[in-house]
T-cell receptor, first 113, second 115 residues
């Protein structure tokens, strides 16, 4: 019962922007969009999350469409260290299940020199 | 900020032995999670604690698995007896509270190999 759909893999040239898409067409009004990444042999690393508005932090930008059915994670200047599996996750904002963070298969991003 | 600390980083044991994995959450975080990652099943939630109380243990595979949180700064995940199919990477995560606007922060995991 996947709530998100991501491409299994993507390549990006070093120094260029990496744009990772995610579809979440069944998202409900109180659900957040979260992005995590997992570099080989490490734990998942929190990147960013948002509800309706676009968000930016020191790692990335999150662009959420107006209908909230899809989003894009943008790494503005990809480096080799950004090679990882990127997970897009929809998470309830309130209610009994709001602690749930359910990981799918993610997108394997390879940054190419 | 030391982050979530897990020990040991690697554990190799023989089938039938007891295994104990340890986790120290980020100070001040009231919610703690144990996840397991395998190639076949990906990342799965095993158990969730809030204020040291287990709230959801529906992901615990079977009675061989048990988890405790005796205080706000320490949790254990125990497998007794261990089996080869328990081989996986086990992650601990914590968050200030269990609400949806509060990101989880993960440790670097314990890689368990049961021979």
């Amino acid at each position: 019962d996947a709530k998100t759909t991501q491409p299994p893999s993507m390549d990006c040239a070093e120094g260029r922007a990496a744009n990772l898409p995610c579809n979440h067409s069944t998202i409900s009004g109180n659900e957040y969009v979260y992005w995590y990444r997992q570099i080989h042999s490490q734990g998942p690393q929190y990147i960013i999350h948002g509800l309706k508005n676009n968000e930016t932090n020191e790692m990335a930008s999150l662009i959420i469409t107006e209908d909230r059915k899809s989003s894009t994670l943008i790494l503005p200047h990809a480096t080799l260290r950004d090679t990882a599996v990127y997970y897009c996750i929809v998470r309830a904002g309130v209610g009994a299940g709001s602690y749930q963070l359910t990981f799918g298969k993610g997108t394997k991003l390879s940054v190419i020199p | 900020d030391a982050g979530v600390i897990q020990s040991p980083r690697h554990e190799v044991t023989e089938m039938g032995q007891e295994v104990t994995l340890r986790c120290k959450p980020i100070s001040g975080h009231n919610s703690l999670f144990w996840y397991r990652q395998t190639m076949m099943r990906g990342l799965e939630l095993l158990i969730y604690f809030n204020n040291n109380v287990p709230i959801d243990d529906s992901g615990m595979p079977e009675d061989r698995f048990s988890a405790k949180m005796p205080n706000a700064s320490f949790s254990t995940l125990k497998i007794q007896p261990s089996e080869p199919r328990d081989s996986a990477v086990y992650f601990c995560a914590s968050t200030p509270d269990g609400r949806g606007n509060s990101p989880l922060h993960f440790g670097n995991g314990t890689r368990l190999t049961v021979t």
